[in-house]
């Protein structure tokens, strides 16, 4: 007694310190976790009262939260606790999830499973599981995921999925045995040995018992011993095997931990001795299990003493215990109704939960594929745009080539056009036309390309090589051809490599531009700019390089 005074006190005081020190500290989950793990090998409920004593973990930041929340989840699973709430560790779900630290988003996914599983929501609870798999890093050590193949099994047990969870316990004993943990391996082979049961196959579900039941008597572990001999007694009871159901029933009751909860195992022990017709014996151990305070076995004591008094002829007794008996059906029925009607409100809830999950997720598909289509939507209406733009240029080109063709008509059928008159002419339908291509211009790759280039602030970034050049000065050719064409006519003394001046010229293009495309030298450019100003007029060559049509 004064040891646990001693031991209280000591903890109280490292709590009081520990708690001030992590207020004062940014580290404080890093402290936390290690001081939790070191605390939880001596004693789990010391652990659990110093994550009590934070009594507003809500003001904690969302970082120091989530991990406050794996860490109390990890206490509670270690104490047995059955969890209620689900709020809390899912705050760490949504804190880890998509986190580069995948260690912490697969233990949060776990002990979201293992708190849906203690609220019966099967399914959510399997989810959970099997994100948790998905995400465990490949160096993560097994402990985990034995634990999660266990509780994995246990979910599809309880869901009558048997081949399932028959192969999730076959491969939480393979993990088991590679790290060699046999208390882990006992529970393992106790889970198939049951669900074998459940099959109706005794044989298979001995012969895992058997296992189970070796390791526990390896470790002298008393508690698993007296579960596993139990089960046995019961599956050898149902064989008809009285003798050795007697003998795993009372091994069990002799070895069990505590001496004054063994109500269900003296009801066994008292059926067991009643089909090997020892009377005495079976009323002694019924009487015994009738002052149970859980129901079920308070009543089906009644019942085997009206079945053994009727048998007896003990009519009196024997009605009396039926009495009893139906007494406490009727409150089995309502406890039974009321657990149906938990368990349907719980199965509502994790459907509605499901269903809002599901909900959320066709709402952020839908949102993604109508941002997407929009994007596409738009995308096709600048085309369309574009192209409109471009069919629209184009017709405004042609139109003003079929108005010069008829000029030229005119001229052919001897109608006299003054020199001043058409050199006018063809000034203003070259500056129209100008104006046109450069619009169309616009619209092309090759602007696009020009642009960078004449964007290079640093001058040098951009190299052109011998290919390159010839693409770009092509693509020019291509897009000015006709209105070149038409500047040829004009001034016959053009050579190609003066229109490709022209063509930079009337597109403002920078002497550095012109340079880079042409690869040559700035000595050269102005030579060559000055024999196509010489060729072509004062007045052309104005408007070639006028900038207010740009």
């Not at 208390?183 to 082979?189: A, R, T, V």
């Amino acid at each position: 007694m004064r040891y646990c005074l001693v031991m209280i006190l000591i903890h109280t005081v490292a709590v009081v310190f520990f708690v001030s020190s992590c207020q004062k500290d940014s580290s404080s989950e890093s402290c936390l976790s290690e001081y939790i793990d070191s605390l939880m090998q001596v004693s789990p409920d010391s652990a659990l009262l110093v994550l009590e004593s934070i009594v507003h973990p809500e003001k904690l930041s969302r970082k120091d939260r989530a991990d406050y929340a794996i860490i109390y989840s990890r206490v509670q699973d270690q104490l047995c606790i059955r969890q209620t709430n689900d709020s809390l560790i899912r705050e760490a779900v949504k804190y880890y999830a998509g986190e580069l630290n995948r260690k912490k988003e697969m233990e949060a996914y776990y002990y979201l499973g293992c708190a849906n599983k203690d609220m019966r929501r099967m399914k959510l609870a399997v989810n959970a599981f099997l994100k948790s798999l998905k995400t465990m890093p490949a160096k993560t050590e097994s402990v985990y995921l034995g634990a999660i193949y266990t509780k994995l099994a246990a979910c599809y047990e309880d869901q009558d999925m048997y081949v399932e969870a028959l192969d999730m316990y076959r491969k939480a004993c393979k993990v088991h045995l590679e790290l060699h943990d046999e208390k882990n391996l006992c529970n393992s082979y106790r889970g198939i040995a049951v669900v074998h049961h459940l099959c109706n196959q005794p044989d298979s579900s001995l012969l895992y018992y058997q296992k189970a039941l070796s390791i526990a008597e390896t470790y002298n572990d008393m508690r698993w011993s007296y579960l596993i001999l139990s089960d046995m007694a019961r599956i050898y009871y149902e064989k008809k095997n009285f003798r050795k159901a007697h003998w795993c029933i009372s091994l069990s009751l002799a070895i069990a931990p505590s001496k004054d909860k063994l109500w269900s195992g003296h009801l066994l022990k008292g059926r067991i001795l009643k089909s090997m017709h020892q009377t005495d014996s079976a009323r002694y151990y019924f009487n015994i299990a009738k002052t149970s305070p859980y129901i079920y076995s308070h009543a089906g004591s009644y019942y085997e003493l009206y079945d053994l008094e009727k048998t007896e002829g003990d009519f009196s007794a024997a009605v009396a215990a039926v009495d009893s008996f139906l007494i406490l059906s009727d409150s089995i029925q309502k406890t039974t109704n009321a657990l149906e009607i938990e368990r349907m409100k719980g199965k509502y809830e994790a459907g509605l939960l499901q269903r809002q999950l599901s909900s959320d997720y066709r709402i952020k598909l839908l949102s993604l594929v109508s941002i997407c289509a929009l994007i596409i939507l738009v995308f096709l209406l600048k085309d369309r745009r574009r192209k409109n733009k471009l069919i629209r240029l184009q017709g405004q080109i042609n139109s003003l080539n079929a108005v010069t063709l008829q000029k030229l008509s005119s001229g052919e059928e001897g109608e006299a056009i003054p020199v001043e008159s058409e050199k006018d002419t063809f000034e203003k339908h070259f500056k129209a036309k100008l104006e046109l291509c450069l619009q169309l211009y616009k619209e092309t790759d090759i602007y696009k390309k020009i642009r960078v280039i004449e964007n290079d602030e640093l001058r040098h970034k951009v190299h052109l090589n011998a290919g390159e050049r010839q693409k770009t000065c092509e693509e020019l050719y291509k897009n000015f051809s006709d209105l070149m064409t038409d500047l040829k006519l004009q001034c016959a003394s053009l050579t190609k490599q003066d229109i490709l001046y022209c063509i930079f010229l009337a597109t403002g293009c920078s002497k550095y531009t012109i340079l880079l495309c042409t690869s040559t030298s700035e000595g050269a450019f102005k030579t060559r700019k000055s024999r196509i100003k010489e060729k072509l007029g004062d007045e052309l060559f104005k408007l070639l390089v006028d900038r207010e049509h740009r």
